[in-house]
């Protein structure tokens, strides 16, 4: 299934072109995460990483395919709300690399990002 526009499946580190396509993004901003566990080999996928940051709502993948599949049908779904957040992010961004002094002031969008 394709992503909607504007979402686009990245890696955690651009340096480890091996590594297989683990997060989705929008403008940057991860909004999916997966991750497969040392231990068990089990994937993860860490839903709405943009607002909880680490350690957010996770879902167990019964296969790197099947949490593929499953992050996207989940961005489809929630699609706009994630272009509204990813919104409010870029402004804050935006607003307290204008001004430094202004991140004192200013509200993040998500309690995480302080």
Avoid at 25 to 34: D, I, S, T, Y
Avoid at 54 to 73: D, F, H, I, K, N
Avoid at 77 to 90: F, N, P, S
Wanted: hydrophobic share 40%.
């Amino acid at each position: 299934m394709p992503l909607p526009p504007d979402f686009y499946w990245t890696r955690r580190s651009a340096s480890r072109v091996e590594d297989p396509l683990t997060v989705i993004a929008c403008e940057g901003e991860w909004v999916v995460a997966m991750f497969q566990r040392v231990n068990d080999g089990i994937w993860i996928a860490s839903l709405d990483r943009h607002r909880n940051g680490p350690g957010g709502p996770s879902r167990v993948c019964t296969s790197y395919e099947q949490g593929r599949t499953g992050a996207e049908l989940w961005v489809v779904r929630h699609q706009g709300r994630l272009r509204e957040d990813v919104a409010k992010i870029t402004t804050w961004r935006e607003a307290v690399r204008a001004n430094r002094l202004a991140k004192a002031s200013l509200p993040p969008p998500f309690d995480w990002m302080e």
